[in-house]
């Protein structure tokens, strides 16, 4: 099949960068099962349970503590690979101009923020476990959706200015213009905001943030830039259409459903895979928190099965 012309676009060049990112995608996915496996397997998890459990000032702490200690460590292993497929391929790309320390702060940034969702996260969710070893993925499954739902309005609102700048944009025409054609679309939009993408990224993008008469819309400055009025229009219609269509309630219907059967799969899977490595992993039941990895490799294999139908769902939105 000949290569199509694109006005603009370099092609080849395009589809050279989507195998490129295609193929760490998969090996990223087998390096991070390979060391969750050996991590486990190896009793590496048991001897760092025992190690924060030896220095929390209080018993309570040990889980908490555990969590902490295995984010930094997770994070450590796969910063090389992150740096080489965030960064210096997208350096050779041309798809960034940020430097090496920016992007080390940034990813430093990343880690403060996942470890002060997780650690709580995960240590309600061992106590959930320990008191209620029957019925715990029903709880946390039924827990994990509206968590999502908030976390997934609210981030651009509380997580992403910790990285980025957001301010309304200058040209008010372009703003009005923006929520004219929400208004048609039966979307009202409080708001049209830029941010500094530019700081990371060549790559224009745009996105919602808040709920009901709060919703803002957000365009990258990388987009304002470069984008002619009607082109922003095209890029706001296509945000646009998710929210007049509830594509986002539809993806959120199946990740909680997704979400249910994974965590099922996982309360029958789990014990027997436990008992039967326990000679070797140290971990002492469902409920021991050397186990953390274990439940992080059920989950990413769950959800690598999972990835064909949920990308078939997107697809087809």
Same mark, same amino acid.
């Given at each position: 099949?000949?290569?199509?012309?694109?006005?603009?676009?370099?092609?080849?060049?395009?589809?050279?960068?989507?195998?490129i990112?295609?193929?760490?995608?998969?090996?990223?996915?087998?390096?991070?099962?390979?060391?969750?496996?050996?991590?486990?397997?190896?009793?590496?998890?048991a001897?760092?349970?025992?190690k924060?459990?030896?220095?929390?000032?209080?018993?309570?702490?040990?889980t908490?503590?555990?969590?902490?200690?295995?984010?930094v460590?997770?994070?450590?292993?796969?910063?090389?690979?992150?740096?080489?497929?965030?960064?210096?391929?997208?350096r050779?790309?041309?798809?960034?101009?940020?430097?090496?320390?920016?992007?080390?702060?940034?990813?430093?940034?990343?880690?403060?923020v996942?470890?002060?969702?997780? *650690? /709580?996260? +995960?240590? !309600?969710?061992?106590a959930?476990?320990? %008191?209620?070893?029957?019925?715990w993925?029903?709880?946390? @499954? $039924?827990a994990?959706?509206p968590?999502?739902?908030?976390?997934?309005?609210?981030?651009?609102?509380?997580?992403l200015?910790?990285?980025?700048?957001?301010?309304p944009?200058?040209?008010?025409?372009?703003?009005?213009?923006?929520?004219?054609?929400g208004?048609r679309a039966? *979307? /009202?939009? +409080?708001? !049209?905001?830029?941010?500094d993408?530019? %700081?990371?990224?060549?790559?224009?993008?745009?996105?919602? @943030? $808040?709920?009901?008469h709060?919703?803002?819309?957000?365009l990258?400055?990388?987009?304002?830039?470069?984008?002619?009025?009607?082109?922003?229009?095209?890029?706001?219609?296509?945000?646009?259409?998710?929210?007049?269509?509830?594509?986002?309630?539809?993806?959120?219907?199946?990740?909680?459903?997704?979400?249910?059967g994974?965590?099922?799969a996982?309360?029958?899977?789990?014990?027997?895979?436990?008992?039967? @490595?326990?000679?070797r992993?140290g971990?002492?039941?469902?409920?021991?928190?050397?186990?953390?990895?274990?439940?992080?490799?059920l989950?990413?294999?769950?959800g690598?099965?999972?990835?064909p139908?949920?990308?078939?769902?997107s697809?087809?939105?």
């Amino acid at each position: 099949m000949p290569t199509p012309t694109i006005p603009g676009l370099d092609v080849p060049r395009a589809k050279r960068y989507s195998r490129i990112k295609l193929a760490a995608l998969l090996l990223n996915t087998a390096l991070s099962f390979a060391r969750l496996g050996w991590f486990a397997g190896s009793g590496h998890s048991a001897r760092l349970r025992d190690k924060t459990q030896d220095v929390a000032p209080d018993p309570r702490l040990a889980t908490p503590a555990y969590v902490a200690a295995y984010g930094v460590l997770s994070w450590l292993a796969g910063l090389p690979f992150a740096y080489v497929t965030g960064h210096v391929v997208e350096r050779r790309f041309d798809l960034t101009k940020q430097g090496t320390p920016a992007w080390l702060r940034d990813a430093a940034k990343g880690l403060v923020v996942t470890l002060a969702l997780e *650690v /709580p996260a +995960a240590t !309600v969710s061992y106590a959930v476990i320990r %008191r209620r070893p029957r019925d715990w993925w029903l709880i946390l @499954a $039924g827990a994990t959706v509206p968590l999502l739902v908030i976390l997934g309005q609210f981030a651009p609102v509380l997580i992403l200015p910790l990285f980025n700048k957001f301010e309304p944009i200058r040209d008010r025409v372009l703003a009005d213009r923006v929520k004219d054609l929400g208004k048609r679309a039966g *979307v /009202p939009i +409080a708001d !049209v905001l830029r941010v500094d993408m530019s %700081r990371q990224t060549e790559k224009p993008n745009a996105f919602f @943030a $808040g709920i009901g008469h709060t919703k803002r819309i957000v365009l990258s400055d990388t987009m304002l830039d470069r984008f002619s009025p009607s082109e922003v229009d095209a890029v706001v219609a296509h945000e646009l259409g998710h929210q007049a269509h509830g594509d986002i309630w539809r993806l959120t219907a199946l990740f909680a459903g997704m979400g249910t059967g994974s965590a099922y799969a996982i309360h029958r899977l789990a014990p027997p895979l436990f008992d039967r @490595a326990a000679p070797r992993t140290g971990v002492r039941g469902l409920g021991d928190v050397a186990g953390f990895p274990l439940f992080e490799l059920l989950g990413g294999l769950l959800g690598f099965v999972a990835l064909p139908l949920q990308n078939a769902v997107s697809r087809a939105i």
